[in-house]
């Protein structure tokens, strides 16, 4: 499928908008040049594909293995993000989390102990608990978003949308 950059026009292979316009001589010989374009307004386009989950098209630097941005932030909610974390423990997702975000300091150990480890896993479960009770007011659910969707850049969508399709597959 692909999507006109001008009018937002849906289309398939084949349905582009074709002319010639000549470019001078070469050689005595009448130079053509071959365009393509969107067949409502004759502008550019780009190749789309559909979000797997709300079926919205998208670039393909749009997506992340196949989900749109808003599609992966609608899958994390406390449950999600501890889960993701504790898969990815190699990384020390949870207790980068819970250090930064929670006890605002920047200092991580590189090889937590499992003391440590389980320690973060009982101040993250306090904050749900706690933002569970006094609603989102505090942002709680916004930063376990904002850490995925955005500390890590793309890569962080794309690790995270990674795990969100192997997770399907089980």
Not at 78 to 95: G, I, Q, R, V
Not at 102 to 116: A, G, Q
Request: glycine share 8%; aromatic share 14%.
């Amino acid at each position: 499928m692909y999507k006109c950059l001008g009018c937002g026009n849906l289309f398939e292979d084949g349905e582009q908008a074709v002319w010639y316009e000549n470019q001078g001589e070469c050689h005595g010989v009448t130079a053509m040049e071959r365009f393509s374009g969107c067949p409502l307004c004759r502008g550019d386009y780009e190749e789309v594909h559909q979000c797997k989950k709300c079926g919205d098209w998208n670039s393909e630097d749009e997506l992340y293995d196949g989900w749109c941005e808003n599609c992966l932030r609608e899958t994390i909610n406390y449950d999600t993000f501890f889960e993701y974390c504790e898969d990815n423990s190699d990384a020390n997702y949870l207790d980068t989390f819970v250090m930064c975000y929670l006890l605002n300091c920047d200092e991580v150990p590189k090889y937590p102990s499992y003391d440590f480890h389980q320690l973060m896993i009982k101040t993250y479960k306090r904050g749900v608990a706690n933002a569970k009770l006094l609603g989102e007011k505090f942002g709680f659910l916004s930063d376990c978003i904002r850490f995925i969707m955005e500390d890590d850049g793309s890569i962080g969508r794309e690790n995270y949308s990674d795990w969100l399709n192997k997770r399907e597959v089980k």
